[in-house]
């Protein structure tokens, strides 16, 4: 080996094969920017990846405990694993710092790209672009296309190519540039690309491809599965037809380097001029956007497009350059033209299998909808043109699409897999032209000039719309082969007879067909190589595709039928004219025919009109008509004139007169022949013989004359009847026609009545002609009813009775006369008007009669006679004429009622048959004619203030009461003003009460006279009634009169009056008079006193009130209280009122009054702004206005501390006070003060606030040690809040708000809180909270700042000892095996984890279940942590573990091979996790076990026939070596797989045969895997019918175990169909064993998930009982409803009962404890302990006072760090240096007490102070501390009961320290007494006292709470858990579920069916074999059973998701289709 350093840039040599020899590698350098950018060429011979990565170290000089990897340009590691297949002679190849590092520097790949053997073998193919007449440009662009869409095909978002053409000279020389975004290529595969004439097929062994191994694509419509990248010659052929280079750009999806490829002509010679290797270059690998290896100005434009780079995670750049002039020419002007052929080439890439429906209502969601082509064509100085080609509307496919009327689908199947779909399109005949579209590339219109000239007497036949081109356009893969066409077929060839269908149709079709890969094309795929020739094969099966199904059918016969419908339906040769109208056709049978018709007046058609009225004859009718037209019919709806394949027309017959008839015929039977001479010629002859008129005459009298006018019942003679034809003769029938033979005539009479309600037949009559007499009808004499009438004579057909024939009528004669009514007879009254009243005239109308009851009229003079007994009755006249009327009737007489009253009228008419009738009238009162008003005087008198009654009644002209509606009485009052108005309704009874509001005038002394005026208002004939009142005064209450008495004189006060009056006295002697109308004194009563009220006291006094008296007034005290005094009288009557105000007066000085005017607070050493007033004031306050300025010289003012130097005082005439100004108190304590103001023996005072004053400086709240640092744990808060608060220069807090203090910190300190600046709050303090330090180890400092009006005021600071945190985790240290091996399902090492604190120690103390394990496969996740990882939790400790370590031992590794990674995490809180680095990890197969399939094979059915398809046992069987979790091992086996064949029963000797007669078959196992092909031998032995076993035993010598054969069964038969009909129930059998394993699967996990709930049910259940009996205990009791709700009340309550005792008030130490900043740090010990008892506490901290600022500490360490920390001013105990053996006994006895009995019986409760002590933490460590520091001390009551202990105690032992109680502390030397042994009291100790601990009560609740959450937690639970079992039995029972069993026992009962048909014994072993593949797909990974029941559900059910909680997930499944769930685990196998 030797390595050559530089960079060795020759000739390459040819590639050396692997294993023979040495090996030359390219290695560049690219771990930093700066490294050498060439490569070093390194020669190897070894086949050693160490002794090769020695070398490369070597070579480059790199250190040993340097790392780096090694990577070939794809990016792919090189290990020891995949060196000798990665490194070859001639590779390039990274040193990089890892994989995924970015390129820093360009690279160069040294590539050969040799062509291929093809090239020689397939020389003899025609050259690439061997045109036919068209330019092939663009046939090379699609080359490139094609690959495009092929490195596409993946994409599942938009698959974009785009083509630019860059012909900007600005931007350098012209490039054609076709970019796509598809897989992209390593540099391998883009050395591959350029190797000529390797294709897909053989890019294998050495070759990497771009595919990855070629898989023929699945079948899809029309073949587009983008495979169209085949041969490997087309992408290079074409670029060098468009250029002369071309730079190839690409990146695959996975790599992070771009790799670039230059083939250039120029190259190329030059190479060859140099004698140089041509097909040899590099690859420039580089990274993403580099563009600096482009340096020429010709290639400017790509900087550009390398720019675009970096967005895209994949690509493909074919950059052409030097692109030939004519080309570039074309380009250019026929850009359209080009553009149009490639949508043309790629139309069903671009718009999907049904191609580009323009007019489709909506196009269906297609794959093909995301390919994107863009064509952008650049120049300069012009817009760019830019066109997708899905927007191209004119290729030749959408034009034949979008002009096509219908389709015809086929399929053509050649030769098993060879299969064409094909597509014919009809394209109509419309409006006189053809709808063919015209190719600009063929042309249809051919020019045939030449042709005429040569050869003048040849015909030429034009092709119609096709013209001469072929039917059919060729795609292949679904792209189109633009050279080759196919003319036709002969089942679509036009026929040579005449067919279904007009020949020219046959020139209206065009087609498309669409190959599979089957048939073969050229390279350049220009044409096919034989396709025609396979499709016109006589084996060649076509088919009929319809409505998406392939039917097997005559295709000669199905495409004439669809040709001729095309025709009839689409073909529009007939031209409709003079549109009339749309109708609805009833003759026809079909009522869904019978609309629409559209008709026409006219049509056009083959060069003659047609019109309405046009006299034609028929052809091809039996028998032939002669007619006019009427009109024409075109079937559909329509407007306006349209072409028509056809129509029909109607003809009315001629002669009308003889057929009159109808006929309706298709147009095409319409004679165009004949001419309208010989149809007129017809008609005249046959309109000869028909009838003309009638004879009638009367042999019998009574004649019938014209208009005759008769009298009812007047007879008509008897008539005789003859019909005449126009000369004259009689006529008995109709003259015979062609149509039939002769009809007999009737004669018909009818007499008709011309009624106003319509015509009415009252006779009729039919003669017939007997031959010897004529027609005849008798004599009539029933004619009676009135009214016009018509006696008709009309001749009829027999049978049909028609009086028409041919729409023409026969002869009638019309006779018309009318009958009138006779003379009266008889009479009746007509209908009355009502009502009748008296005095009111009314008409009684008469109706006169003749004999037959008809109206007539009264012709003669006759007096009616009227009669009516007690009426007098009288008459005006009565009428004559038509209408006979009695007028003005007038009635009189009494009625009583008004009602009204019953009458008999009788009406006589003398002279008359009948003369007399009598009819009943209801006579009614008349109208109101006068009023009569009760009572009859005409002067009434009336006392004023009461109502007056009236009684009126309304009388008609009889004196009868009358009554109508809006009878209305009014009365009138007149005399006064506001008198009332009286109105009454007599509508009813006509007479009524008037009455209404009482009358009163005002102020009345005497008598008065009115005048009352009773009227009805809208009866204006009616006269009034007026009546004289006369109103008397009222006797009532009318005045109110207030007196006061002034002595014997009386002073009246008036309404609304002001009093003046001295305030607080008594208003006395008030007296009242009242007075009536006439101004008489009333003499108040007992009742009248009742209904007096005043308003200033509740309680009057009847008594005085009845003499006159008022109650006394209280005046005021307030002379701003104003008394308002009200006196009022009520009664039904009147209401009177009396009121005055009474207004008070101050009087004489009583009191002095001080009031600030402004704030009363005043600041310290400045004056009060405010003024002072004071005011003189009456005994209630009033102010004394009578003081005058005098007063101001008895006025003082004194108050402590009060400066008086500037105090003044000042009189206020204005206001009548004093004002006192200059108040300043002397420097003093801030609060209340209190000024005193005396005047002469009166005095007040008034209280001011004194405030402290400006801010001048900051302080600290409780905070007394900062002359000491404060010591901090690192990342932990400081022990308190930092509250300062603003002070003036006297230290007297300043309450200023909103002053800004900010915390001024240095760079090396980090405060968490973000906020650091605060405001002072009102009291001036401001709270900057308890701030978490970030800081390094060490002493730093905290600086404040404030400002107040711009001053700076003086700020403390603060000095921080900031420690590490012991208890803070910071790493997680993992140990473990790293090189142990993890194989699949096996053990992890054990794993060893220790969380790692600040100061790098190890945390112990910590839960285990914080401590995890999590693994996950590392599959495309990096080193992201995914969602679904397995989690493993701690192993349970051993007696070895080490204190702080966690263990993880015996963890299963996962049972899948592949890469894995783990990763520890420690839950520091619920929302922080400390992780550990991640562990990454291969699993490995485990031992090899079993051979099993990659895909479970179906059962196989073959039969001994000669076809080599029934022959076949299986294909492609790939058999592979698994470990027990069924992972491919055995790699590293070679050996072999000897198959033969098995009977069950194993006395069958006749046993099947393979191929060539033998009876084993081996096959060669290597690398892990065989591949199996078996076909039985033609004519083999083997039973029918019966089933046999393949057996496949693997011989592998490198196995220690055996492994197990694998075997297989199949079905054998004799015969062909009978093993198609087993085979076809083998897949049955195999789907239903599928599924019912499926089913089975399912139904077991379902009953165990439900026993799994049950247990939790049970297990809930125990726990809640057992929770409620421990509650129990504490009296806590549940109840059996509402039980959460009450726990949830209950715990409430519980937590408020807790907070209140911590709340209260307890004792705390407030001396600072020393910040934990290390594990070894106990505290202080004043915080060690806390003591119950106050007095014992207060004795023992004083006795301990020296050590309780004391730290104690584990170790030595600790305190001498703590002592070098505060630089020796802290004190320190290290407890490892403490000598533990003279200790004191914590459990030893009291001194009195020797041997378990007392010496003797002490008094004051003695005990030790150390069993006092209660330990909040370190119990054990601080037993050690305080046994050592109070040994045996004693507490004791008293002093007395210390000296007798002491006594008592001495005379047997030493007695220690006694403490007393009560602060007395006896040595243990016997001294006492003194200051030095007595403790002060508590709040001298300044803090430094023991704690009190937390309340026991406190401890109970929270016992109590945690017992109540937890029964809480397990009721919930359980309810959960009982919800789950109830859904889940419910699920059971559902009918989903019955119905899923009853499948599966139907299932099992079909295949039991199936394997006895096929003769196979039904066992469990072919069940097993068939779950096999669920086998394969057990979890990757350890996991509980329960989850492992899941996921076993999941992979039976393949993608249907199970969640075993939700039954509703299970109902969904329970609804898949048993279809779907047959197979499901081999289909997803496969």
Not at 598 to 605: D, K, L
Not at 1825 to 1840: A, E, R
Not at 1887 to 1905: E, H, N, R, T
Request: charged share 25%.
């Amino acid at each position: 080996m030797a390595a050559a350093a530089g960079g060795s840039r020759g000739t390459r040599r040819p590639v050396t094969p692997r294993g023979s020899g040495d090996r030359t590698v390219f290695l560049f350098d690219r771990r930093q920017e700066q490294a050498d950018p060439d490569e070093k060429v390194l020669n190897y011979g070894k086949d050693n990846y160490r002794d090769f990565r020695s070398a490369v170290r070597q070579a480059f000089g790199i250190a040993d405990d340097e790392n780096f990897v090694i990577t070939t340009t794809s990016r792919k590691e090189v290990t020891e694993d995949n060196f000798s297949e990665l490194v070859e002679d001639g590779i390039t190849l990274y040193l990089l710092h890892s994989v995924d590092q970015t390129l820093l520097l360009a690279t160069k790949e040294r590539i050969d790209f040799l062509p291929h053997y093809d090239t020689l073998v397939k020389s003899g193919m025609y050259e690439y672009y061997a045109s036919e007449g068209q330019n092939p440009l663009p046939f090379a662009l699609a080359e490139l296309i094609d690959n495009s869409l092929s490195a596409t095909s993946r994409n599942t978002d938009i698959r974009s190519i785009q083509i630019k053409l860059l012909f900007d000279e600005s931007q350098g020389k012209p490039a054609v540039a076709v970019i796509d975004n598809g897989r992209g290529m390593t540099s391998k595969q883009l050395n591959n690309w350029a190797v000529y004439r390797l294709s897909k097929f053989t890019r294998q062994g050495d070759f990497e491809s771009d595919h990855s191994g070629y898989v023929r694509p699945l079948p899809v419509p029309r073949s587009l599965n983008s495979d169209i990248s085949y041969f490997g010659v087309g992408g290079k052929q074409a670029v060098f037809f468009i250029g002369q280079s071309a730079r190839m750009i690409s990146k695959p999806a996975e790599s992070h380097d771009v790799h670039e490829l230059v083939l250039s002509k120029e190259d190329f010679e030059k190479k060859e001029k140099n004698k140089e290797a041509i097909y040899s270059g590099y690859i420039q690998n580089r990274k993403p956007s580099d563009s600096t290896h482009i340096t020429s100005d010709d290639e400017r434009f790509l900087h550009n497009l390398i720019s675009e780079e970096r967005d895209k995670e994949s690509f493909t750049a074919v950059v052409i350059t030097g692109v030939q002039p004519d080309h570039m020419q074309y380009l250019k002007n026929y850009f359209h033209l080009w553009t149009r052929q490639l949508a043309h080439i790629y139309h069903y890439y671009i718009h999907g299998p049904k191609g580009n429906e323009t007019y489709a209502a909506a196009k269906d969601i297609s794959p093909f909808n995301n390919i994107d082509i863009q064509i952008s064509m650049f120049e300069k100085g012009k817009v760019p043109k830019i066109v997708n080609l899905r927007e191209i509307k004119d290729d030749m496919q959408t034009l034949y699409i979008n002009t096509a009327a219908d389709s015809f689908e086929f399929k053509a199947h050649f030769e098993g897999e060879g299969i064409v779909e094909g597509i014919i399109r009809y394209h109509p005949f419309l409006y006189d032209k053809e709808t063919y579209p015209d190719d600009p590339c063929f042309p249809s219109k051919l020019n045939d000039d030449d042709d005429d000239d040569d050869e003048d007497d040849c015909i030429i036949v034009e092709k119609g719309a096709r013209g001469k081109r072929p039917i059919f356009e060729c795609f292949w893969n679904g792209r189109l082969i633009p050279y080759t066409t196919v003319e036709d077929f002969d089942w679509c060839a036009p026929p040579k007879k005449r067919g279904l269908a007009p020949i020219e149709c046959y020139n209206r079709i065009s087609g498309a067909l669409f190959t599979n890969d089957k048939f073969q094309v050229s390279t350049n795929k220009l044409t096919f190589m034989d396709l025609e020739l396979k499709l016109k094969d006589k084996n060649t099966l076509f088919t009929r595709i319809f409505n998406g199904q392939e039917q097997r059918m005559k295709i000669d016969r199905e495409f004439a039928l669809w040709l001729k419908d095309c025709h009839e339906k689409y073909d529009k040769q007939i031209k409709f004219t003079v549109f009339k109208g749309v109708t609805t056709r009833t003759d026809l049978p079909s009522k869904r025919m019978q609309s629409p018709w559209t008709v026409y007046a006219a049509v056009e058609w083959d060069g003659r009109t047609y019109k309405t009225g046009q006299l034609v004859k028929t052809v091809k009718t039996l028998p032939i008509f002669y007619g006019t037209i009427e009109k024409f019919f075109l079937y559909g709806e329509h407007d306006g004139d349209i072409f028509a394949t056809g129509g029909e027309v109607q003809i009315a017959l001629e002669p009308q007169a003889l057929y009159a008839e109808m006929k309706t015929i298709p147009i095409s039977k319409l004679d165009r022949t004949v001419s309208e001479k010989a149809v007129k010629k017809y008609i005249e002859d046959e309109m000869a013989r028909l009838p003309d008129k009638l004879s009638v005459t009367w042999p019998e009298g009574d004649e019938l004359l014209p208009n005759e006018t008769r009298f009812a019942g007047t007879p008509i003679g008897a008539l005789r009847i003859e019909i005449l034809n126009k000369k004259g003769e009689a006529m008995q029938k109709l003259p015979g026609t062609s149509h039939g033979g002769s009809k007999k005539l009737l004669v018909e009479l009818k007499v008709i009545l011309h009624s106003p309600t319509g015509n009415k037949e009252i006779i009729s009559h039919i003669s017939q002609h007997g031959g010897k007499w004529p027609y005849w009808f008798k004599k009539m004499e029933n004619l009676q009813k009135l009214g016009n009438y018509t006696l008709k004579l009309q001749v009829v057909l027999n049978e049909s009775n028609a009086d028409t024939y041919a729409g023409r009528p026969l002869p009638s004669k019309i006779f018309k006369f009318t009958i009138i009514e006779g003379k009266p007879e008889k009479f009746s009254v007509g209908l009355l008007e009502l009502p009748f009243r008296i005095g009111v005239p009314f008409n009684i109308p008469l109706e006169l009669q003749d004999e037959f009851g008809h109206a007539t009229q009264l012709t003669t003079n006759i007096k009616p006679i009227l009669e009516a007994s007690g009426l007098t009755l009288q008459y005006e006249e009565i009428t004559t004429g038509t209408k006979c009327v009695i007028k003005g009737v007038i009635a009189k007489g009494c009625i009583n009622s008004c009602q009204g009253k019953n009458f008999n009228l009788k009406v006589t008419l003398p002279g008359l048959k009948e003369d007399t009738q009598i009819f009943k009238i209801r006579l009614q009162p008349g109208p109101p004619h006068r009023l009569k008003v009760k009572p009859d005087s005409e002067i009434l008198k009336i006392e004023n203030g009461t109502a007056f009654p009236f009684q009126v009644e309304v009388l008609d002209e009889s004196g009868n009461i009358t009554a109508q509606p809006r009878l209305i009485v009014h009365c009138k009052f007149l005399g006064a003003s506001n008198l009332p108005v009286y109105s009454v309704d007599c509508s009813n009874a006509g007479k009524n009460i008037l009455t209404g509001p009482v009358i009163h005038v005002q102020n009345i002394k005497k008598d008065q006279v009115l005048k009352a005026r009773i009227e009805i208002l809208n009866c204006k004939d009616v006269p009034p009634v007026d009546k004289i009142i006369k109103l008397l005064p009222s006797s009532h209450v009318a005045r109110l009169q207030v007196l006061s008495m002034d002595g014997q004189k009386a002073i009246q006060i008036k309404h609304q009056d002001e009093i003046n009056w001295v305030a607080g006295d008594v208003m006395c002697n008030l007296i009242f008079q009242m007075y009536d109308e006439g101004e008489r004194e009333i003499h108040v009563t007992p009742a009248i006193a009742e209904k007096i009220k005043v308003n200033w006291t509740p309680k009057i006094n009847k008594e005085q009130l009845i003499q006159g008296l008022l109650p006394d007034v209280k005046v005021p005290t307030s002379v701003k209280d104003v008394r308002y005094c009200l006196i009022t009288y009520l009664d039904d009557h009147v209401s009177l009122e009396s009121a005055f105000t009474v207004r008070p007066l101050p009087d004489e000085p009583k009191h002095i009054k001080c009031k600030v005017k402004g704030p009363t607070t005043l600041q310290m050493g400045e004056e009060l702004q405010s003024e002072i007033e004071v005011m003189l004031t009456d005994q209630y306050g009033n102010q004394v206005q009578s003081a005058t300025s005098a007063c101001v010289n008895y006025l003082g003012v004194s108050a402590p501390d009060l400066d008086k130097s500037n105090l003044k005082i000042t009189w206020q005439e204005s206001t009548v006070t004093m004002k006192v100004q200059g108040i300043r108190f002397k420097p003093c304590l801030p609060g209340s003060k209190e000024l005193c103001f005396a005047w002469r023996e009166f005095s007040d005072f008034l209280r001011l606030n004194l405030t402290a004053g400006s801010p001048a400086k900051l302080q600290f709240v409780d905070w007394p040690e900062l002359e000491k640092p404060v010591a901090v744990i690192n990342g932990r808060e400081l022990q308190k809040p930092l509250i300062v608060q603003l002070c003036d220069h006297w230290g007297n807090p300043t309450p200023e708000p909103n002053v800004k203090i900010s915390l001024i910190r240095s760079n090396s300190i980090k405060i968490v809180s973000s906020n650091q600046q605060h405001k002072t709050d009102e009291t001036g303090r401001a709270n900057l909270g308890v701030i978490c330090i970030h800081a390094p180890r060490g002493e730093h400092t905290l600086q404040l700042k404030a400002t107040y009006n711009k001053t700076v005021l003086n700020c403390p600071i603060i000095t921080l000892n900031v420690l590490p945190d012991p208890e803070k985790p910071v790493c997680l240290n993992v140990k473990y095996d790293k090189n142990s091996s993890f194989q699949a399902g096996g053990t992890f090492p054990d794993f060893m984890v220790s969380v790692l604190s600040e100061d790098d120690n190890i945390i112990r103390n910590i839960n285990p279940a914080r401590i995890s394990m999590k693994m996950w496969e590392a599959q495309g996740s990096g080193n992201r942590m995914p969602i679904d990882v397995t989690v493993f939790s701690c192993s349970k400790v051993k007696d070895d573990k080490e204190d702080g370590f966690f263990y993880f031992r015996d963890k299963v590794v996962p049972e899948r091979v592949g890469i894995y990674s783990i990763q520890f995490a420690f839950a520091m809180d619920k929302t922080n996790i400390l992780t550990s680095d991640q562990i990454t990890f291969e699993v490995v197969p485990n031992d090899p076990v079993r051979l099993l399939p990659d895909s479970l094979p179906a059962t196989p059915a073959v039969s001994n026939v000669r076809a080599l398809a029934s022959r076949t046992l299986v294909k492609d069987l790939c058999l592979h070596v698994t470990d027990e979790y069924n992972n491919p091992t055995g790699t590293d086996l070679v050996g072999r797989i000897i198959t033969k064949i098995k009977s069950p029963n194993e006395d069958d000797t006749e046993i099947p045969q393979f191929q060539g007669k033998v009876s084993t078959v081996e096959f060669p196992f290597n690398r892990g895997t065989a591949e199996i092909n078996l076909v039985l031998a033609e004519n083999s032995p083997g039973r029918d019918s019966t089933e046999y076993i393949l057996v496949f035993e693997p011989d592998l010598p490198g196995l220690k175990r055996p492994l197990e054969p694998y075997r297989l069964s199949f079905m054998f038969y004799n015969d062909f169909k009978k093993q198609q009909q087993m085979a076809t129930l083998t897949k049955e059998r195999d789907q239903l064993s599928q599924s019912i394993s499926v089913y089975r699967n399912w139904l077991d996990t379902t009953n165990q998930l439900v026993n799994a709930i049950k247990c939790q049910v049970k297990d809930a259940e125990t726990k809640e009982n057992l929770l409620k009996s421990q509650l129990r205990k504490y009296q806590i009791e549940l109840p059996e409803k509402n039980t959460l709700q009450y726990v949830d009340s209950l715990i409430k309550q519980k937590m408020l009962d807790q907070e209140g005792v911590m709340k209260q008030p307890r004792r705390t130490c407030t001396l600072p404890n020393y910040p934990k900043g290390n594990q070894d740090i106990l505290g202080k010990i004043a915080h060690l302990a806390q003591i119950e008892d106050d007095e014992a506490a207060k004795v023992i901290s004083w006795h301990l006072a020296s050590d309780m600022d004391c730290v104690v500490t584990l170790t030595t360490e600790a305190a001498r760090s703590i002592f070098d920390e505060t630089q020796g001013r802290q004190q320190v105990l290290p407890l490892d240096s403490i000598y533990k053996k003279t200790l004191p006994d914590w459990n030893k006895p009291l001194p009195h007490l020797r041997n378990g009995k007392t010496f003797f019986r002490p008094i004051g409760n003695p005990v030790f102070a150390r069993d006092l002590l209660t330990f909040p933490d370190n119990a054990e460590h601080c037993q050690t501390v305080f046994g050592m520091l109070l040994g045996d001390t004693i507490i004791i009551d008293n002093l007395d009961a210390a000296n007798h202990y002491r006594k008592e105690v001495v005379k047997i032992a030493h007695c220690p320290t006694l403490l007393t109680r009560a602060g007395d502390r006896i040595r243990s030397n016997g001294k006492f007494g003194g200051l030095q042994n007595k403790a002060p009291p508590m709040d001298k100790l300044r803090g430094m006292v023991f704690g009190a601990p937390m309340p026991k009560l406190y401890s109970a609740f929270a016992g109590q709470i945690d017992l109540l959450q937890q029964y809480r937690t397990a009721v919930l639970k359980l309810d959960t858990a009982n919800k789950d079992l109830d859904l889940h039995l419910q699920s059971l029972n559902a009918p989903e579920m019955q119905k899923k069993r009853q499948e599966l026992a139907e299932q099992e009962k079909s295949l039991k069916l199936i394997e006895q048909k096929l003769g196979m014994t039904p066992s469990d072993k072919v069940t097993e074999s068939l779950l096999q593949p669920v086998m394969l797909d057990m979890p990757d990974t350890p996991i509980p059973p329960k989850r492992m029941r899941r996921e076993t559900m999941k992979k039976s059910y393949s993608s249907e998701e199970w969640i075993s909680s939700t039954p509703k997930k299970q109902q969904q499944l329970l609804q898949t289709p048993t279809s779907e769930l047959n197979g499901t685990s081999r289909k997803r196998k496969a």
